[in-house]
């Protein structure tokens, strides 16, 4: 990891915008962290507080930047860390700089961590403009084939191509592309947010259901008795 992006940033929402330090939150009880001390120090944990529409619904974690040999040693719990955030995401979202996906066996091991949450996973390729419509087939085509070899699987995963800057597009032949992809992504995200909230609906429908037979199982002893 470059050494100015080490930790994790959990960005929530709030009224007040405000930058804690894992060791003031770690252990709050009104958020879900608490876990993270079993990897001893949360001195690379940060709570970003902001107040902002999107973070009513969602909590984004955005994880420390790997650059590819780099010589940057990764902290021995680091993937453990990364393991413990995923499993606990509904979706996770993979950047690469498109002009970078040359991957190194530092990156083919985090990756590996999540090997068993593909499903959770869409691929983002950045500064995707860099290329043209030709050079950007052969780069995607290349890229997957070295992502199937990681995840074990043949088929592609979903992949978006765009260019997350304010800058204009070196290529005109990107705008709809990207234009595309990223209504694609939005969509991606809404629907997981629907299928969560219809998810807790139904486990609640069923707690519920096991409550009633329940309490109907202790009516009828007590008439037994």
């Not at 001390?37 to 529409?53: E, H």
């Not at 996973?121 to 990681?150: P, T």
Request: proline residues 4%; charged residues 30%; aromatic residues 10%.
């Amino acid at each position: 990891p470059d050494p100015s992006t080490d930790a994790f940033f959990i960005i929530m929402n709030s009224f007040n915008k405000n930058l804690i330090d894992g060791e003031n939150f770690v252990k709050d009880p009104t958020k879900p962290f608490q876990d993270y001390s079993q990897f001893g120090s949360s001195s690379y944990l940060k709570l970003c507080l902001l107040p902002n529409k999107v973070l009513e619904s969602i909590t984004i974690v955005d994880t420390p930047g790997i650059i590819p040999n780099s010589g940057f040693n990764i902290r021995e719990s680091f993937q453990q860390e990364l393991e413990w955030f995923a499993d606990k995401s509904d979706l996770i979202l993979v950047m690469f700089d498109i002009n970078k996906l040359v991957l190194s066996d530092q990156i083919r091991e985090i990756l590996s961590v999540l090997k068993d949450k593909r499903d959770k996973i869409r691929i983002l390729l950045n500064k995707a403009d860099s290329f043209n419509s030709n050079d950007r087939l052969m780069a995607f085509g290349a890229f997957s084939n070295s992502l199937g070899k990681i995840f074990d699987r043949p088929e592609l995963m979903q992949v978006y191509l765009g260019s997350f800057w304010d800058n204009s597009y070196k290529h005109p032949d990107t705008d709809n592309r990207f234009g595309n992809d990223l209504k694609s992504l939005l969509d991606d995200i809404q629907m997981i947010l629907k299928n969560k909230i219809l998810n807790r609906i139904r486990d609640m429908e069923h707690r519920a259901e096991k409550l009633l037979v329940r309490d109907s199982i202790n009516s009828h002893m007590k008439n037994i008795d």
